[in-house]
């Protein structure tokens, strides 16, 4: 079934052609008015089968409105010649300024002789179109007025019967909100208590190291260490005794609770994630405690040794921290009524930021998290840089017990020939006896250096450990467990960059490379519980392979699909989009300032080619309406 009208028109006369399209319209009318200018680029052969479905013509003509007519290619003249072959009822409608060319263009030259109209000020717009649906010969459909009058009736009807129950689901939800949202602030208030005793251990280890400073003797030293003996005791069995008292949350996640809190945009992986955090905290701290009673046990009192242990504390205040503002950012989801409670103890938490409350948008919460995130990661940096100086002196003094051991053969050379001769060998005793020492000093600090080893694997196995997927996670967090993997994998291959720029070779056996490996086994056991996710892993091994190198920094955000698997005129899925508008993007949320931003619609992105090599593309982004879906390559 065709339109009654059908109105050509060139873009500068968009505004005049679009405004006779509403008129008529509401008058009743059906109009066919190309809004999305399907005729750029090659001629739609669609608009002809419109025209030949019409009844009236209308072709809006600004001034020089047929000079381009004269291209047997111009859509104007195509559409024109149409309407005049199909015997449609043409009406000229002639803007300020337009004059009929002489001559007309050839095959044209009839439409001067239609009945035309001026519309060539608003003031006298009406009247013309007026003039106009008197020349029309179609009838409009004040039958269809009126249905689509009732049917706006009726959907205003179903859009407040709709609002109605959504709010009445709103307010059923309020005792499941009440009831989650205590349950996650009693647990906050559990945390507190372990921030307290974080406090007090860390206060108890900074007077051991003040004193240590002063020791005189060995008997001093076991004088010393009784006192936090005792205390890490004391807090490790206040800690048991708290995790007994204070299990794990655990949430009623039915399918119609989580209905009713996902009106408040509350989810059940935001919920795991607080539980499994809130286990892993009880268990951060135990094995702090653990760690340092071990490091007493060996007297193990360098200078690594003490930024490790004090770094350990500090650490954990941060993830604290990160877990309050995300907290926070949960709880402001939540309705008034369920945040009572938070009201009424948080005045008591004595261990959290102070001065942030629960009505800042997401964004904010989400940077005060990334702010501790990176005071975090520093902190890993100073042990880093602190290790590869321990292993810098070690390699120091390898080279002058070589060194010292070529002078004393020497010596020892010389003293035998003495000694045959007669002379004395005092000399000589008095080098190997100094060499004997040299040895074992390097041999005690090989000795350190292996322990703070095997702690530092200790610690990445057991980061590995809770980056490690469970088929209970959800894909968002399993994302994120990979994510932090990377992060951590960055930081590796930072530091030795840095390192090696400085002349110093590491020995550790936490290395960027063995980092690379557990991640490609994290994303082979992603890919086992998403196997759909094989479209672009491959592309984020290759990423991630090349971050690990120190060959790209961990910057950009990856392609994982399209919305209803669209096709996009550009992208693909396994892209990486590292720049947006000429601006850097290195997270999502960069990604959208940039689109805000407007700017000149670049975009440099890395694709894999056939060789499995990232390659990079510098191109202008072409106009879609396809949805692309992102995600992170980092925290």
Same mark, same amino acid.
């Given at each position: 079934m065709g339109y009654d009208v059908f109105i050509s028109y060139r873009r500068e006369a968009f505004e005049s052609a679009n405004l006779i399209a509403?008129?008529?319209?509401?008058?009743?009318?059906?109009?066919?008015?190309?809004? @999305?200018?399907?005729?750029?680029?090659?001629?739609?052969?669609?608009?002809?089968?419109?025209?030949?479905?019409?009844?009236?013509?209308?072709?809006?003509?600004?001034?020089?409105?047929?000079?381009?007519?004269?291209?047997?290619?111009?859509?104007?003249? +195509?559409?024109?010649?149409?309407?005049?072959?199909?015997? $449609?009822?043409? *009406?000229?409608?002639?803007?300020?300024?337009?004059?009929?060319?002489?001559?007309?263009?050839?095959?044209?030259? @009839?439409?001067?002789?239609?009945?035309?109209?001026?519309?060539?000020?608003r003031e006298y717009f009406d009247l013309s179109m007026k003039r106009l649906m008197g020349y029309l010969h179609s009838k409009p459909h004040r039958r269809h007025r009126k249905v689509l009058l009732t049917a706006a009736g009726l959907a205003v009807a179903l859009a407040v019967c709709v609002a109605i129950v959504y709010y009445s689901f709103r307010l059923v939800s309020i005792p499941v909100c009440t009831e989650v949202a205590g349950i996650i602030t009693k647990g906050m208030g559990v945390m507190n208590l372990l921030g307290a005793d974080n406090q007090a251990m860390q206060q108890e280890w900074d007077d051991f190291h003040q004193r240590y400073g002063r020791l005189?003797?060995?008997?001093?030293?076991?004088?010393? !260490?009784?006192?936090?003996?005792? /205390? *890490?005791?004391?807090?490790? +069995?206040? *800690?048991?005794?708290?995790?007994?008292?204070?299990?794990?949350?655990?949430?009623?996640?039915?399918?119609?609770?989580?209905?009713?809190?996902?009106?408040?945009?509350?989810?059940?992986? @935001?919920?795991?994630?607080?539980?499994?955090?809130?286990?892993?905290?009880?268990?951060?701290?135990?094995?702090?405690?653990?760690?340092? $009673?071990?490091r007493l046990d060996r007297n193990e009192f360098s200078q690594l040794a003490f930024l490790m242990t004090e770094n350990s504390f500090r650490g954990y205040q941060h993830a604290l921290n990160m877990l309050y503002y995300g907290y926070l950012e949960t709880l402001s989801l939540f309705p008034e009524k369920a945040r009572e409670l938070h009201r009424a103890v948080s005045q008591e938490w004595n261990y959290y930021p102070n001065g942030v409350g629960l009505d800042l948008p997401a964004e904010e919460y989400q940077r005060f998290q990334q702010r501790e995130a990176n005071a975090y990661e520093q902190l890993l940096k100073e042990v880093e840089m602190q290790l590869t100086k321990t292993e810098s002196d070690v390699d120091a003094l390898e080279q002058k017990l070589d060194h010292i051991e070529n002078m004393v053969g020497r010596a020892a050379s010389s003293a035998s020939a003495a000694s045959r001769q007669g002379e004395p060998s005092?000399?000589?005793?008095? +080098?190997?006896?100094?060499? /004997? !020492? $040299?040895? /074992?000093?390097?041999?005690? &600090?090989?000795?350190?250096?292996?322990?703070?080893?095997? &702690?530092y694997e200790a610690t990445y196995l057991r980061l590995l450990e809770k980056c490690r997927l469970q088929q209970a996670d959800e894909s968002s967090y399993m994302w994120g467990k990979l994510v932090h993997w990377a992060t951590f994998m960055a930081t590796l291959a930072d530091n030795r960059k840095k390192t090696e720029a400085?002349?110093?070779?590491?020995?550790?056996?936490?290395?960027?490379?063995?980092?690379?490996?557990?991640?490609?086994?994290?994303? /082979?056991?992603?890919?086992?519980?998403?196997?759909?996710?094989?479209?672009?892993?491959?592309?984020?091994?290759?990423?991630?392979?090349?971050v690990a190198r120190g060959e790209r920094?961990?910057?950009?955000?990856?392609?994982?699909?399209? $919305?209803?698997?669209?096709?996009?005129?550009?992208? &693909?899925?396994?892209?990486?989009?590292?720049?947006?508008?000429?601006?850097?993007?290195?997270?999502?949320?960069?990604?959208? !300032?940039?689109?805000?931003?407007g700017g000149d619609g670049s975009i440099v992105f890395l694709r894999m080619d056939?060789?499995?090599?990232?390659?990079?593309?510098?191109?202008?982004?072409?106009?879609?309406r396809v949805l692309v879906g992102y995600l992170d390559l980092k925290e």
């Open positions: 509403e008129k008529l319209r509401s008058a009743g009318y059906t109009v066919f008015f190309d809004l @999305e200018t399907l005729r750029e680029g090659k001629f739609n052969e669609q608009l002809l089968t419109e025209i030949e479905h019409c009844t009236d013509f209308l072709v809006v003509l600004p001034q020089g409105g047929l000079d381009r007519c004269v291209s047997p290619e111009d859509w104007v003249r +195509r559409e024109v010649c149409h309407a005049m072959l199909h015997g $449609k009822n043409i *009406i000229p409608v002639m803007l300020s300024g337009f004059q009929w060319p002489t001559p007309m263009p050839e095959g044209m030259e @009839e439409l001067s002789d239609y009945q035309a109209i001026t519309a060539t000020s005189r003797d060995s008997a001093e030293l076991v004088r010393l !260490k009784a006192p936090l003996y005792q /205390a *890490i005791d004391h807090y490790r +069995r206040e *800690i048991d005794r708290l995790a007994e008292e204070q299990p794990v949350p655990v949430f009623d996640l039915s399918h119609f609770r989580l209905f009713l809190l996902g009106l408040y945009d509350i989810n059940a992986a @935001e919920l795991q994630a607080f539980s499994e955090t809130y286990q892993s905290m009880f268990r951060d701290l135990r094995d702090g405690l653990d760690t340092l $009673k071990a005092a000399l000589t005793e008095t +080098r190997e006896s100094s060499l /004997a !020492k $040299k040895q /074992a000093y390097v041999e005690a &600090q090989r000795k350190k250096l292996s322990e703070i080893d095997e &702690q400085q002349g110093i070779r590491l020995t550790s056996v936490v290395t960027p490379e063995r980092a690379l490996e557990d991640m490609n086994t994290l994303l /082979a056991s992603y890919q086992a519980y998403h196997p759909e996710a094989a479209a672009y892993l491959p592309a984020v091994r290759a990423f991630y392979g090349l920094p961990l910057s950009g955000v990856l392609v994982f699909g399209f $919305k209803d698997d669209a096709v996009h005129p550009l992208l &693909q899925a396994g892209d990486i989009v590292v720049s947006r508008n000429g601006r850097p993007v290195s997270s999502y949320a960069d990604l959208q !300032k940039a689109l805000a931003s056939s060789s499995g090599m990232l390659e990079e593309h510098r191109t202008v982004m072409p106009d879609t």
